[in-house]
């Protein structure tokens, strides 16, 4: 009797590991691959400027020049194309990143709704990228921004701008 109660759990076991098998294996073929940097076609003219010269100086090599990402988007059965400007791509320790320079009409502003509507779809566009270097001109300095996890502990939830 007791060798068949072992039958019985041994059998329980088989078939829970065969469905958390099936299902794992399930979720990590139908998981959507993230766009990497590695892929991303890069413009190898990189035209010298003091953003070139602040970013080597900081240890970072610059890899790629100035692109424009073409974006085409349907609404109501028309068809609107716009493109973003990524500056420079950068790399240091073998992690990549985006470079946007900064503008004198457009400042940096440091709040999070900022940083959103300025910088999400970059990070988004591209998210094997480790982050986004802001190359501030005026101050000669340089902003990493990075898109982090999101911590429920973090948010206090009373700033829904």
């Given at each position: 009797?007791?060798?068949?109660?072992?039958?019985?759990?041994?059998?329980?076991?088989?078939v829970?590991?065969?469905?958390?098998?099936?299902?794992?294996?399930?979720?990590?073929?139908?998981?959507?691959?993230?766009?990497?940097l590695?892929?991303m076609?890069?413009?190898?003219?990189?035209?010298?400027s003091p953003?070139?010269?602040?970013?080597?100086?900081?240890?970072?090599?610059?890899?790629?020049?100035?692109?424009?990402?073409?974006?085409?988007?349907?609404?109501?059965?028309?068809?609107?194309y716009?493109?973003?400007?990524?500056?420079?791509v950068?790399?240091?320790?073998?992690?990549?990143?985006?470079?946007?320079?900064?503008?004198?009409?457009?400042?940096?502003?440091?709040?999070?709704?900022?940083?959103?509507?300025?910088?999400?779809?970059?990070?988004?566009?591209?998210?094997?990228?480790?982050?986004?270097?802001?190359?501030d001109?005026?101050?000669?300095?340089?902003?990493?921004?990075?898109?982090?996890?999101?911590?429920?502990?973090?948010y206090?939830g009373?700033?829904?701008?």
């Amino acid at each position: 009797m007791d060798g068949q109660y072992d039958t019985i759990v041994i059998g329980v076991l088989a078939v829970c590991l065969i469905l958390w098998l099936f299902f794992g294996l399930r979720n990590w073929v139908n998981r959507p691959i993230p766009v990497s940097l590695s892929g991303m076609q890069l413009n190898s003219e990189i035209q010298d400027s003091p953003a070139v010269d602040l970013l080597e100086a900081e240890g970072y090599e610059v890899i790629g020049g100035k692109m424009k990402v073409p974006l085409a988007f349907e609404a109501d059965e028309s068809v609107y194309y716009s493109r973003l400007f990524i500056d420079y791509v950068a790399e240091r320790n073998d992690e990549r990143y985006l470079v946007k320079t900064s503008r004198r009409r457009q400042p940096l502003e440091l709040t999070g709704p900022a940083l959103r509507d300025r910088f999400l779809y970059y990070l988004l566009l591209y998210p094997g990228c480790e982050g986004l270097l802001y190359v501030d001109m005026e101050e000669s300095d340089i902003k990493i921004i990075k898109l982090m996890d999101y911590q429920e502990d973090v948010y206090d939830g009373d700033d829904l701008d």
